[in-house]
């Protein structure tokens, strides 16, 4: 499956319709394309979204750091973008990606793994990875 | 599939561990629990989640009525809660659901249907039902 990056022009057409909120931001969902998997989810503003289009790999921006953040760029757990998709008032995307091994910087899949249940939190999945490995750090 | 709600208890144990932000919320995912679609992406206060995981109902907040959303209340098109699922750092869940007909306002199953491609904004899917239909002016 090869990404076909809108042009500049298409993209500005296409950003200005984005509904980004007072901070500057909108919420990012990122989905493994084939198998449904809600892998994360975390913030992009206007170049954030605009460079994942351009680029094919997603590009988030981090409200802690205050800066862009390049999926995979630390841990070389990369999201390649297959789609994405707007909802209906522009203020949210879902992006269908290809993750590269793990999307959770605790070694998981998905960062959505804390099932609300009648006996309390329950971990749904293990980790694959230790976070350590993830980091330089193993 | 019979949703088992969690006691008064271990509700107020689990959402005393949820980060919501400086307005009071967190951002909540609707999956169809079966097929992996995602349907929308809205916001939660304490309230909701507490309300949705006691009744197995998913009630949402809406920021611009500043108050409980009870997804279908008007619609009908509610959603019965399969699971929830609390990601790594506890500022977002994920609702796995049964969505009855429609989630988006448009009329169609999901909101996420503005792809970005190469040749601008495409619709990925057209109205199942007429948003007048939905709200008993139809």
């Known amino acids: 499956m090869t990404y076909l990056p809108p042009d500049e022009a298409t993209r500005a057409r296409m950003l200005d319709t984005v509904r980004f909120d007072a901070a500057g931001l909108i919420a990012a969902v990122a989905q493994q394309h084939d198998t449904g998997e809600i892998l994360m989810l975390a913030w992009m503003n206007r170049a954030a979204l605009d460079e994942t289009l351009r680029t094919g790999r997603v590009c988030y921006f ?74 330089g750090q193993g």
């Open 62 to 135: 981090s409200r802690s750091r205050d800066a862009l953040w390049r999926k995979g760029e630390t841990s070389g757990q990369v999201q390649s973008l297959v789609d994405a998709r707007l909802d209906c008032d522009r203020d949210a995307v879902v992006l269908l990606v290809d993750q590269q091994g793990v999307a959770c910087h605790t070694g998981r899949r998905s960062c959505f793994f804390n099932a609300m249940r009648p006996e309390g939190l329950v971990e749904t999945s293990a980790p694959l990875v230790s976070p350590d490995s993830l980091y």
